[in-house]
């Protein structure tokens, strides 16, 4: 569902916004301006979408069959998993059908890099990893409670 999302607003970006020119969304805080990004997070790796693509492609495969293995222990961990596939998948998605990722969600005054929906899910997914880490754990598998 988070994938379709993501390329569903994607989509709606390419369609909709000019490359480029901002677009108020929620005055002073956020604003719509579509990019191209051929990097990853902070335009890293810049012009090298073959290799990210790869590296999408290889993060959701071993995600995939990490929680084949090891399914979730709890819903914080299970979160996780679902945001960074997701976001994963879709910003992978981009790379191979368009040869960059479409960014087009800007906050406003400050300046910080644009961004999309599977960027806040990948995002997510580390707050959700936080979460399940810092957490008591109330059982673990294979253990026995005294």
């Known amino acids: 569902m988070l994938v379709l999302f ?7 970006a390419l369609g909709h916004l000019p490359a480029g020119e901002g677009h108020p969304f929620l005055p002073g805080l ?3 301006r579509r990019v191209s990004n051929t990097g ?3 335009s890293l790796l810049s012009g090298n979408p073959q290799l990210l693509g790869w590296i999408s492609l290889l993060v959701s ?3 995939v069959l990490w929680i084949l293995r090891e399914p979730p222990t709890d819903r914080w961990q299970a ?3 679902g945001f ?7 910003n992978g998605l981009d790379r191979w059908r368009l040869g960059a990722v479409v960014d087009f969600l800007e906050f406003m005054p400050i300046s910080f890099p644009i961004f999309n929906i599977a960027d ?6 580390v707050a959700c990893f936080a979460i399940h880490l810092l957490a008591p754990q109330r ?3 294979g253990s026995s409670t005294p």
Not at 6 to 12: E, I, P
Not at 84 to 90: I, Q, V, Y
Not at 120 to 125: D, F, G
């Open 61 to 63: 495969l071993g995600l």
């Open 139 to 141: 059982h673990s598998r």
């Open 79 to 81: 979160l996780a998993f």
């Open 120 to 125: 806040i899910a990948i995002n997510l997914a």
């Open 30 to 32: 956020l604003q719509l």
């Open 6 to 12: 993501d390329q569903l607003s994607k989509a709606w």
């Open 40 to 42: 990853a997070a902070w």
């Open 84 to 90: 960074l596939l997701g976001g994963a998948a879709g």
